[in-house]
């Protein structure tokens, strides 16, 4: 493997014996801690939210870095739920089914029939 790297075998041996570096001690307690506070607040806070928390405990951390290393960790911030649209029962009641599922060619004359009636206004929840 050392000769296809084109590296020495002693080179090797002396990289894997190699003590930890402290840069590289100091970033995986960062990260550690990163990872904590986004599970502390039940996955809700975004990585300026983050950044804010570290450094009220007195861990120096950046906007940027955390969001690094949360995306580089897969964590994404859950939002408020999103708002999801529902037709009122009011507006579909009286409601034919739908005969054409968007097939609108005819053989012959008048035996498909469509129109457009979204120009008349409903009294809703009064509202015209």
Not at 16 to 22: F, I, L, N
Not at 62 to 89: E, P, Q, V, W
């Amino acid at each position: 493997m050392c000769r296809v790297l084109g590296v020495s075998r002693s080179g090797f041996y002396k990289w894997r014996q190699k003590p930890v570096s402290r840069r590289a001690e100091q970033q995986k307690l960062l990260v550690e801690a990163v990872v904590e506070t986004y599970s502390t607040y039940k996955a809700c806070d975004g990585p300026p939210r983050v950044a804010q928390e570290l450094k009220a405990l007195g861990i120096p951390c950046s906007t940027n870095n955390a969001a690094h290393i949360m995306s580089s960790n897969g964590l994404k911030a859950r939002n408020g739920k999103a708002f999801k649209y529902s037709r009122s029962g009011e507006g579909m009641t009286n409601v034919s089914d739908n005969l054409l599922w968007r097939d609108f060619k005819a053989g012959k004359p008048n035996t498909k029939w469509t129109s457009d009636i979204t120009y008349i206004g409903l009294k809703t929840n009064g509202y015209i």
